[in-house]
Each structure stands twice: as structure tokens, then as C-alpha cells.
């Protein structure tokens, strides 16, 4: 099997196949490929940028790989924020040694992803390291979308806004954990790593009111929402039995003793709307197949001076205080 | 010979009845003067017959009034006045003393005896009361504690009561709450639906209609609301558990008189006196065999919570055809106890048949407190009603220090100059509702203690809602390790302030190190503590779900002590599980969601499960106690062969206990078919016997260390394992300490993070 090399990031011949053969074939940017950097026009006054590094163990994993990740959590940070994802630029960083197929494997489906999400990949880089510096492969990709419309209007967040979401939570998060062999999980839950650039526009083009967006990633819903939370001073509350969850990702998390609200998503978005609109954005989720299980989760119940809080209702009618994921694992219960 | 003498009595002496006393002790030996309130006690200045005088004295102190308890008794001699008769006069704001408050108080027998007489205008009263008995600290909406600062402000006092309660001959005299069917509340029985059905006697008797009937009816009482239900009518009981989502949880009963509790339960002296005294707490009894109290109240244990009437309304609601109720807080599991009133219509219809309620509010909300005796001790199990709020006095300059107490059974401490205000029993704060009711209540004790904190204590733990409340509190910031509070707290409970040994057992608690620490032999005093000797860790697989499933901390354990085998054995133990036991098997490999553990709590639930006792625990401490239970009382041969095997090793840290051949050998007999309760016992011994040899290697290399050991620790409720302990380490010398005044368990953190936080600041 032919594996990389330390001689593929010395910048000589073999870099130089490697690119040619791996990256530029799949990404299709043979102009830029000539020049130090890619230049692109646009036409909007303003642009969005964003930048985030992927790792994941495994690499490949059902419903994706470290390839579509890459595409999809950029293109999703930049579509959440209103933005238009025109351009990606990909930066790799390998370990010796891992298998060239597999590389190939990834770029292609970064490659198709960014089809997908109508998006060019017109940058790239490669360094190679030495064993055991990197576990297999990491990938930076940065985003450049156009801002054509501005449609979000956080300030004007109001108690009773609804707080909806376009899918099942947990599953990227389980379908990772169930990838990893040796955890002899039995699930059939695959990630929901998926772009949702079009989807978002649709939904901004077509209603009003959209106040606030975030895609849910690590750190989960929980985390997500809390961030809204303390960005613009609101409150909000869920309820625990709306939640849409795979019975598969429940089962997990029972076993596991995970709560599925910290669980990270790859596909999902919470999208804050005037209570009056929420019935159109569900219609249009409904018909996507990005959307399919979206539903109304809950709603800001105030917005106020302080920080606001994220509150769950629980089935028992009690509610619960929710934080960022901790990181920790320590039981609370004496 | 004629002399003057001035006295000051200080203790609980005020709303008590205390001047009323001394007002007919003075009468009694013809001597004249004044009695006095201030904020230091009652100031008696007393002339007449030297011998006289000395007389009164003696009385004072042999007999006080029932709810009295005095400290202290200065006598200084004085100037004659010259006063022609004896006066109370009005309290005075003065004095050095600290703000002060009466606690409630149980139904006396004057009263009682009263509200049973046809022919008194109180008969079958349910506001009776006098200067001896009645609400107090839940009433009391500010100090100096009179009237108009109570929530009977609103009842406006008719003639009748208004002349007893000035006479300074009656036993009402200045007895706060009296009222009388003329001016007193009303008592109001409403349906689900919130409508009024009746009030008074009729309410009353519609009320005890409906219990008979088997209906759940919720009764204000004195800290809150009761669900009350007939004990005998299982289905009655079965949807009590099925409203209160609390399947098995033992539940309290009521019973008309203690001569009704004697047929039910076995019952010492000591604890007849704790169920007749006037804190008239729940107290933890020993079922007789074979008497007709249903399993379903206390399902799985021997034990039973049985408290007497303590208010006139129990009485009127108790009789010949119903002597015992069903009594549990009205609130869903997990929620606040319900004692507002307009809120609480809506709350309780989802809980009860039937609202039997009163128009005077309750300001503070306390749970009934539960004890638990051994011999002549009595240990809280939960501190509330009839406890609060009386201080407890250090030597340490506590002042302006909040000590918030742990997430679980949660009670905190404000400090003012050296006493320490010790909170009721709040509960689990786990959920918003809780966090809410703990900051309100918070609030109001520093109201009336008119304290503003300027140091906070808390638990070191980074994931507790209280470390998070201290986090928006004002102050410095001190964080306290949960077993050096644990243990700090245990040697204030005894006034200790040298280093000590101490012996920690405990369900979980954050450690130094990051793991969770639970079976740990400390020694230091409030300024720090140095681990000696734990047990070794083992994984929680799931990490709070294995707190409350025992079986995962089983085989987490048995995974950890048998990398190899372990998982056939945990699959033959739990043959229902394989599938899980798979998974579990590698978190713990992997190290997933697995936090390590070294705990007596855990130790305790996993031997539970493996013995098929518990493996799914429905309320805390379910698997431990189950495992415990029939043990209390026992007293076996001291016999140290009948251990199990278990090994001390020591380290550059200090001695680690591992117990993974006591788990094989626990194995092998229950395979072998001894019977359960023959190896708990066995088991228990073995832990006493852990906690000597341990002790016994500690002394023995640090010889220079103080023999005082405190024992402390949610596991020091199990009766056993402290007396059986206690009396070990006695016989070799060492002195032991457990808890008096505070819980053993959580509930009693709050005492030991206040002391240390105090030590801090100093420093
Ligand atoms: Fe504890
Ligand atoms: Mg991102
Ligand atoms: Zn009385
Ligand atoms: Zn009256």
C-alpha cells in the first residue's frame, strides 16, 4: 500500500505529485493551483470568514469522514450567520505513514461535499509530520461566504420566540462513539454531518423574523443554546420530552449514562423565529431532507439585562439549569 | 435577711414562657422586682428574703418551662429598689447578644387537654396554643419576636384573648400565635377543583370522612403542606406513590398516640422521649413482626418513621377509627415542599383529592425533622421543624461567613459573631425550583439575622449548583474539599479544635486529585487535613448513573479488580445485563464516562447488588440502607475471624485499602448458598474491621499523632458500622467522636466549611 511520506511535505517532486495528483484532480482548481494565493471577486459589501480545524477518531465513520467534516462544519458556521458559502481553503497535516488511498479517499468526499453545498475549494496546503505528531490526519478549512442579505436580527429576540430545530440530536456524536470498535455498541445511527447552507437560505429568503441561528457541534445542544443565551441576554426554555431523539442515540445514552443534550451534532441547526413565523419555517424544514424530524423545541421565555439562562422542563415537571458541557466526569449524586 | 439580686438567664429563654414563670416564682416567694427581655436574655432584678430568693433560683434551674433550656445563670448582687410589687417590663433592643428566635413546638398537654373539654371556648380548636406550644419560627417574619412581626399580625385579637395574653398569671401571657374560634383563622376545606366545600368543624369532618374513605387529602401544617393518606388502604397508597413519583422511598406515618406507635413498633425510652418531646421530630423505629402496618410503607426494611400529633388539627384528624396517617411532604420528588398559599391550590390539586387549609401564612418552610437512636444517642438523620433555629456556639469569630453545604440533602450556615446559624434541611438542590427555594431562603434568614456575607464557602466540587450560587455571591471565595468539611464538621460538633484522626465514610465527594474520595482517614483540624489511607478507586461506569443503578459500580468493580474475568463473573451475577455488561466492560477499558471512585457508599451499593439485595436504586441511599437493614440493633460476638480477607498496602501517599478479595470471597459464599443477611453481616464486620487495622497502621507508624478520632460521613447512618466501630477503636485507646447536633450525612457540611473558611480568613 503506498503510505505518505516524510519526503511528501519537503516541498520538492513528491510534494508536488501529491498535490497534483491527490488535491488538484478533486478539488478542480487548476487556475489558482498556478498562483501563491487564490483570488476570488465578490460582489456583496460584506463578506463572512470562518475557520476551524478537524480532528475526529475515526476517521471514517458512518454518514462521513474527516473529508466531509471539514466542508461541512465550515460551510455550516458560515451559513448560520447568514452568509452565503462561496470559497474553502483546506490546509492538511499528516502523519508518516498514513495510507495514500485513505488520503484520497478523504479529499474525494471533501471534494464531493463541497459540490454539494455549491461551495470551491480554491487553497490548499500539505505538511507532513513525523510519526506520532499527528494522529493520522487533521484538516483546517476556512470559509469565505457572501453576506448578500442581512436577514438576522438578534436585538429584536422576544419572549415568546420560538426556539426550533431541524433534526434529531445526538447522532454524529453516537454514530462516532459506535465507530470506535472496541465499544461494542449496537447502534445503527450514522452522523447527520451535512451542509445546510441551502436550507438555511431558503428558510431566511422565504420567511421573517428569523432573530438568531447556531449550528450544533461539540458541546451539543446544550451548549449551543447557552451560548445564544448569554450572547443576547435571553432566556430560554426546552422542554425535555419535544426533543427529538433517535431511539437508538436514547438507548446509547442510557447505557452510556451521556445526556443526549451534550452529544455533538454535525447537521443541526437551532433557529430562534417570531412565534408567528415558526409554523412556516417547520413547513419548509419539513420539506427538506435536511429537516425532515425538525421541530419546535421550546421558546425564550425573557429577555432582560443580565445574562440570560438555558432551562430544560423535564417530563416531572421540574426544571433544570443548563451549562455549557463541563468536560468533567464526576458524578454529582452522593 | 432581705437582699437584691440581679439576674441574667440566657439560653433559650425568651418566647418560651420565661417571664410568666418567673412572674409566679416571684409570687411564690413573696418577692418583688422586674423581668426583662434584651438581646442577651431574660435580666431579672429580684429583692426579698436572701433564703427566698435563693429559692427561686433553684426552682428556676430544676424546673424550668418545658421549652426552656438555660445556659447560663449570673447572679449579682445589687441595690435595693425598693419595689412594692413584681412587673414584666417590655423587651429591650439592648444587649451584645444575637438576634433571636423561638422555635415551633408541639401540641402541649395543656392545650390538649383543653381543646378535648366540651366545656372550654377552645374546645376542638385547631389554632390552640399557649406560651409552651405552638408555630414560631415558621410564623415569624422579623424579630424581636412579637406579634405584629409574626403572619398572625392579621388577626386582630378579641377581648378575651387580649386579657390572657397581658395577664402575666395566664399561660398565655404574651404567647404570640394565641387566638381563639373568635378571632383565630379559619380552616378551609377545598376540592381538587379549588372550590370551597366547607370550613371549621364541618371541614373537619368532611376532611376525616374522606381520609376514611381513601381519599388523599393535603393538610397545612406547621412548615408546609402534608399529604396525608390512611396507611391501611394500599391502593390509597399505591397512588400517594404514583402522584408523588416516589415508588419506594420509605414514607412517614402518623400515629394517634405513642401507646398506638407500642403496637406497631418496638420503641425504647429513648425514643419515647424524642417522639413525646415537644420537637415531636419523625423517629426511625423498629417494625414488630407480623403487626398489620403494610409493607408497602416502608417496603423492604424493617424500619419505620413514626411521628405523633403535633398539632391541634392531627388531633382532631386522628381518632379511634383512623389512628395512623400517611404524612409526606406535599411536593412532586425532586420539587420544593409547598407552603405558600396561593400557588399552592394549583401545585396540590395535582397531588391530592381534597386541600384542607388555614388562613394564617407560613413565612418559612421546614421539613419534619427525622432522628434516630441508639442506646441513650440520638443522631439527626434531618434537621427541621422543632430544631430551628437555634445556633450553635464556636469559639471562632464566624461572623459574616455563608457556608453553603453540598447539592444533596442541602442545608447551609450563616454566621453571626461566634454562632452559627444552621439552615433546616433544604433538600437536593438539583433543579431551578430548588436553586430558587434555596436562594430565597437564604435571603430570609439573612434578613432577620441582618447579615450580609462577606465569605462564602463552598464545595470544591466544580460541577455543584452551589458552588455555581457561591460563584454570584458577593465575598471572598473560599472552596472546601467535601471530607475535610466532612470531618472539621465532626470535630466542631464535639468542640474539638486540636488535630484529629478521621475516619470519612461517604457516598461520593470531588477530591484533591480529581477522583471521587469516599472511605478516606484523614488527620489534621480546620486548617488542613492530610489523607492518610483510602480505598482504592474503581470506575463508576456512567458516572451519576451508577450512583443510582449499584450494579454498574459492581461491575466497574469487578472489571477493575479482574481485567480478565471480571466480565464473565459480572455476566453470571447479572445474567438480565450481558448486553450493558458488554458496553460497560469497554468504558471502562477505554476509559469512557468512567470516573474513578473510592468510596464506602459505593462499596456498600455494589455488595448490595451483588447480593441481589438492590441493583437499582429508586431513592438514595436504597441499595446501603437495604444491605444494613435487621443489622442496627444486633450486637454480635467480637470476633475477628469472622472477616473477610482484605489487604492494607501502603504507598509514598499512605495506606491504600484494597477489599477485592473480601468482593471474591462475598462471591463465593453467595454462590455457595450462605444465606444474605449471614454475609452482610459479615460484610459489615469486615469494613469495622478495614477502619481498625487502618487506624491501628496510622497510629502505629505516626505514634506523635493525637488518638482523638471523628467519625463522619453519609455512611455513619448505618447504626452498625458507628457503634461497631466506635466500640473497637475504644477498646484500643482511642477517644471517638461522632455527631450530635448535626447530621452525619451531607446535611452537616455546611458546620465544617463555616469553621474552616473562619480558620482561612484568619490566616
Ligand atoms: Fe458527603
Ligand atoms: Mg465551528
Ligand atoms: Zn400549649
Ligand atoms: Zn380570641
Known amino acids: 500500500m503506498e503510505r505518505i511520506s516524510l519526503g511528501h511535505g519537503e516541498g520538492g517532486e513528491l510534494t508536488h505529485q501529491l498535490i497534483h495528483d491527490v488535491f488538484i484532480r478533486s478539488f478542480d482548481h487548476g487556475e489558482q493551483a498556478r498562483l501563491d494565493a487564490a483570488i476570488i471577486s465578490s460582489s456583496s459589501e460584506q463578506i463572512a470568514v470562518s475557520t476551524d480545524s478537524y480532528v475526529v477518531d475515526p476517521i471514517f465513520f458512518p454518514g462521513g469522514d474527516i473529508g466531509k467534516l471539514a466542508i461541512t462544519g465550515t460551510v455550516n458556521d458560515l451559513a448560520v450567520t447568514g452568509a452565503v458559502p462561496k470559497v474553502i481553503t483546506a490546509a492538511f497535516m499528516i502523519e508518516e505513514g498514513f495510507p495514500i488511498r485513505d488520503l484520497k479517499h478523504i479529499v474525494k468526499s471533501m471534494a464531493q461535499e463541497a459540490e454539494k453545498a455549491e461551495v470551491k475549494i480554491i487553497a490548499g496546503d500539505t505538511k507532513v509530520v513525523e510519526r506520532g505528531s499527528v494522529d493520522g490526519i487533521f484538516i483546517t478549512t476556512t470559509g469565505i461566504g457572501a453576506i448578500e442579505q442581512s436577514y438576522l436580527n438578534p436585538e429584536s429576540m422576544k419572549k415568546g420566540d420560538a426556539v426550533i430545530i431541524n433534526g434529531t440530536i445526538g447522532d454524529h456524536g453516537i454514530a462516532i462513539l459506535s465507530a470506535r470498535k472496541q465499544l461494542g455498541l449496537m447502534t445503527n445511527v450514522t452522523s447527520d454531518c451535512a451542509s445546510l447552507n441551502q436550507l438555511i437560505q431558503n428558510i431566511l429568503r422565504r420567511t421573517k423574523g428569523i432573530r438568531a441561528m447556531r449550528d450544533l457541534t461539540r458541546g451539543g445542544l446544550a451548549t449551543g443554546l447557552v451560548e445564544l443565551c448569554e450572547d443576547f441576554n435571553s432566556t430560554m426554555e426546552i422542554e425535555e420530552a419535544a426533543l427529538p431523539i433517535r431511539d437508538e442515540v436514547k438507548g446509547a445514552c442510557e447505557i452510556l449514562g451521556f445526556d443526549p443534550v451534550y452529544l455533538a451534532n454535525e447537521g443541526k441547526t437551532v433557529i430562534i423565529v417570531d412565534a408567528n413565523e415558526a409554523d412556516l419555517v417547520l413547513d419548509i424544514l419539513h420539506k427538506d431532507e435536511y429537516g425532515a424530524d425538525a421541530c419546535l423545541i421550546g421558546h425564550v421565555t425573557a429577555v432582560t439585562e443580565q445574562t440570560g439562562k438555558l432551562k430544560l422542563k423535564t417530563p416531572v415537571n421540574t426544571t433544570r439549569r443548563l451549562s455549557r458541557l463541563s468536560g468533567m466526569v464526576l458524578p454529582r449524586i452522593c | 435577711m432581705c437582699g437584691a439580686l440581679n439576674i441574667t438567664v440566657t439560653g433559650r429563654v425568651q418566647g418560651v414562657g420565661f417571664r410568666p414563670f418567673i412572674f409566679a416564682l416571684a409570687d411564690k416567694y413573696h418577692l418583688k422586682g422586674t423581668a426583662q427581655n434584651n438581646l442577651d436574655g431574660v435580666i431579672i432584678h429580684a429583692e426579698g428574703d436572701s433564703g427566698q430568693l435563693k429559692n427561686m433560683i433553684e426552682e428556676m434551674q430544676q424546673s424550668p418551662p418545658r421549652l426552656a433550656k438555660i445556659n447560663q445563670i449570673t447572679v449579682r448582687e445589687t441595690a435595693r429598689k425598693g419595689y412594692t410589687d413584681f412587673t414584666i417590663i417590655s423587651s429591650d433592643n439592648k444587649g451584645n447578644g444575637i438576634p433571636w428566635m423561638p422555635a415551633d413546638a408541639a401540641i402541649c398537654h395543656d392545650c390538649k387537654t383543653e381543646m378535648d373539654d366540651p366545656s372550654n371556648h377552645r374546645y376542638q380548636f385547631p389554632f390552640i396554643n399557649c406560651t409552651q406550644c405552638g408555630p414560631r419560627y415558621t410564623i415569624i417574619r422579623d424579630v424581636p419576636y412579637d406579634r405584629p412581626y409574626t403572619t398572625m399580625k392579621e388577626f386582630t385579637m378579641c377581648p378575651r384573648c387580649y386579657e390572657e395574653y397581658g395577664d402575666p398569671k395566664n399561660r398565655r401571657h404574651h404567647a404570640q400565635p394565641t387566638c381563639c374560634p373568635a378571632c383565630g383563622p379559619v380552616l378551609a376545606l377545598y376540592d381538587h377543583n379549588g372550590s370551597c366545600l366547607n370550613i371549621n368543624t364541618q371541614a373537619k369532618k368532611m376532611t376525616l370522612d374522606f ?197 444533596q440533602k442541602s442545608a447551609y450556615a450563616i454566621g453571626k459573631h461566634q454562632h452559627i446559624y444552621l439552615s433546616p434541611h433544604v433538600g437536593d438542590v438539583e433543579n431551578e425550583e430548588m436553586i430558587h427555594f434555596l436562594e430565597d431562603h437564604i435571603r430570609h434568614e439573612q434578613e432577620w439575622l441582618h447579615s450580609e456575607s462577606t465569605c462564602v464557602a463552598f464545595d470544591k466540587h466544580p460541577l455543584y449548583e452551589t458552588a455555581k450560587i457561591a460563584q454570584t455571591m458577593l465575598g471572598e471565595k473560599i472552596s472546601v474539599q467535601h471530607h475535610h468539611a466532612h470531618h472539621v464538621s465532626c470535630m466542631e460538633d464535639n468542640a474539638l479544635e486540636e488535630d484529629c484522626l478521621g475516619i470519612i465514610l461517604d457516598g461520593t465527594g470531588f477530591g484533591e486529585d480529581g477522583h471521587v474520595w469516599g472511605f478516606e482517614f484523614l488527620y489534621g483540624n480546620a486548617r488542613s487535613v492530610t489523607r492518610l489511607g483510602h480505598l482504592t478507586y474503581t470506575p463508576l461506569p456512567g458516572g451519576d448513573r451508577a450512583v443510582k443503578q449499584p450494579w454498574r459500580t459492581a461491575v466497574g468493580m469487578l472489571l477493575h479488580y479482574w481485567p480478565e474475568e471480571g466480565e464473565r463473573i459480572a455476566a453470571e451475577l447479572f445474567p438480565d445485563r450481558r448486553k450493558e455488561i458488554n458496553v460497560i466492560s469497554q468504558m471502562v477499558v477505554n476509559d469512557i464516562n468512567s470516573p474513578l471512585a473510592g468510596t464506602c457508599g459505593r462499596l456498600f451499593d455494589a455488595v448490595s447488588a451483588i447480593l441481589g439485595i438492590c441493583s437499582v436504586s429508586t431513592y438514595e441511599g436504597e441499595a446501603a440502607m437495604k444491605l444494613a437493614d435487621g443489622l442496627g440493633g444486633t450486637d454480635f460476638p467480637d470476633d475477628d475471624e469472622k472477616t473477610y480477607p482484605y489487604r492494607i498496602t501502603s504507598n509514598d501517599h499512605g495506606y491504600e485499602l484494597d477489599v477485592s478479595a473480601m468482593i471474591l470471597a462475598i462471591i463465593q459464599e453467595k454462590c455457595q448458598g450462605r444465606s444474605i443477611q449471614e454475609i452482610s453481616r459479615r460484610f459489615h464486620q469486615t469494613v469495622v474491621s478495614c477502619c481498625v487495622h487502618m487506624t491501628l497502621a496510622i497510629a502505629a507508624k505516626r505514634p506523635e499523632l493525637n488518638r482523638s478520632v471523628v467519625l463522619s460521613g453519609g455512611s455513619f447512618q448505618n447504626n452498625y458500622l458507628r457503634k461497631h466501630l466506635q466500640r473497637h477503636l475504644e477498646k484500643r485507646d482511642f477517644q471517638v467522636y461522632t455527631h450530635k447536633q448535626v447530621p452525619c450525612h451531607d446535611g452537616g457540611l455546611a458546620l465544617g466549611q463555616m469553621i474552616i473558611a473562619s480558620a482561612a480568613r484568619q490566616q
Not at chain 2, 404514583?242 to 402518623?254: F, I
Not at chain 2, 398516640?257 to 425504647?268: E, H, L, V
Not at chain 2, 434516630?372 to 437555634?390: A, L, N, S, W
Open chain 2, 211 to 407: 381520609l376514611k374513605k381513601g381519599k388523599i387529602v393535603a393538610l397545612k401544617g406547621i412548615g408546609g403542606y402534608h399529604l396525608a393518606c390512611d396507611p391501611f388502604q394500599p391502593q390509597t397508597v399505591a397512588r400517594l406513590r404514583q402522584l408523588k413519583r416516589r415508588p419506594t422511598r420509605p414514607l412517614a406515618v402518623m400515629m394517634t398516640s405513642i401507646d398506638c406507635a407500642k403496637q406497631y413498633c418496638w420503641i425504647t425510652k429513648q425514643e419515647e422521649e424524642r417522639l413525646l418531646s415537644p420537637e415531636m421530630p419523625i423517629v426511625i423505629l423498629q417494625k414488630k413482626e407480623g403487626v398489620a402496618i403494610p409493607d408497602v410503607i416502608s417496603p423492604g426494611l424493617t424500619t419505620l418513621g413514626v411521628m405523633l400529633p403535633y398539632t391541634p388539627l392531627h388531633h382532631l384528624l386522628l381518632d379511634a377509627e383512623l389512628p395512623c396517617l400517611v404524612m409526606t411532604s406535599a411536593n412532586t420528588s425532586g420539587l420544593p415542599i409547598c407552603y405558600k398559599d396561593d400557588p399552592v391550590l394549583d401545585d396540590l390539586k395535582n397531588l391530592a383529592d381534597y386541600v384542607l387549609t388555614h388562613n394564617r401564612p407560613i413565612h418559612r418552610p421546614v421539613d419534619d425533622s427525622v432522628v434516630q437512636c441508639d442506646g441513650d444517642e440520638t443522631f439527626f438523620v434531618r434537621r427541621g421543624r422543632g430544631y430551628m433555629p437555634e445556633p450553635l456556639k464556636t469559639t471562632g469569630n464566624v461572623d459574616q461567613i455563608i457556608a453553603l453545604g453540598g447539592d
